[in-house]
């Protein structure tokens, strides 16, 4: 199928889950900055908000958005969640494009837990989650190869949660702290899920990771994933500014 040319319509579906509860940090730019790159290319596209008490109809999702929240709403979350594991775990053996941030990042290992209590997890990832008392706050700076990628992603982290798991990474740690502080690595990739730490929000001065997951996602419905190029001259600019402040140690 050659899209170019013919201009076959082409549709994108993005089921933001639990906008209202988990939405740090910018969390919402990821979906504008989805939306937006659709667009302007011709691509139509439509966002579903799904909240607690909502049934979410996973076989018709394109693309999943988990963002991040406090403890509390992560649990509040993590309870409705688990009610609707397997079709969950479906849809990411099926190759559903997932990008799952922060609290939302943690919810799909075993557990989350914290000085006084433990969120169970959805246990979809091999992955654990363990409170310690320093939060790990501040602008990040990774390298990363993910998708197109070959060049270095920036956002912004804040979780007292460290992270632990063997799968291929999203990055290494130039500047910050990453998934635990300790082994310079940052996020996860399993199949076509990005888990990461990285708010900020993280798709709007990473155009190449936001047309990665669409890519995944067209190429998943439609076997073909061609994006025309887009110019990204402001995209480039943010993200320029925030790198040379990490390299002059304003962190
Ligand atoms: N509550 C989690 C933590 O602090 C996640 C926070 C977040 O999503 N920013 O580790």
Redesign the pocket.
């Known amino acids: 199928m050659e899209f170019k040319k013919n201009k076959m319509e082409r549709q994108i579906v993005i089921g933001h889950l639990f906008p209202e509860l988990?939405n740090?940090?910018g969390d919402l730019g990821n979906i504008t900055t989805l939306v937006k790159r659709c667009q302007w290319r011709g691509i139509e596209v439509t966002v579903k908000n799904y909240t607690i008490g909502h049934t979410i109809p996973f076989n018709e999702l394109d693309i999943i958005l988990l963002?991040?929240?406090?403890?509390r709403e992560?649990r509040l979350v993590c309870d409705y969640l688990r009610t609707m594991k397997n079709e969950i775990k479906d849809y990411v053996e099926n190759n559903g494009v997932f990008l799952a941030?922060?609290?939302?990042y943690?919810l799909l290992g075993s557990y989350?837990k914290t000085k006084n209590t433990e969120i169970p997890g959805l246990e979809i990832l091999d992955l654990y989650?363990e409170?310690d008392d320093e939060?790990l706050i501040g602008n990040v700076l990774i390298q990363s190869t993910f998708g197109k990628c070959d060049y270095k992603v920036v956002g912004f982290?804040?979780?007292?949660?460290r992270t632990y798991h063997d799968y291929e990474h999203f990055g290494n740690v130039v500047f910050g702290h990453g998934n635990n502080d300790e082994d310079h690595k940052e996020g996860l990739l399993y199949k076509n899920v990005l888990g990461t730490?990285l708010?900020g929000p993280l798709l709007p001065k990473n155009p190449e990771v936001a047309d990665a997951l669409i890519e995944k996602a067209l190429d998943r419905k439609y076997g073909e994933s061609y994006l025309e190029p887009l110019e990204n001259r402001f995209e480039k600019k943010a993200r320029a500014i925030m790198i040379a402040r990490l390299e002059k140690g304003e962190l």
């Not at 963002?67 to 403890?71: E, L, P, R």
């Not at 982290?157 to 949660?161: A, D, T, V």
Request: overall charge negative; aromatic content about 12%; some cysteine.
């Open positions: 988990l740090l940090y963002g991040g929240g406090s403890d992560q941030i922060c609290g939302g943690q989350y989650t409170q939060r982290e804040n979780h007292s949660g730490y708010h």
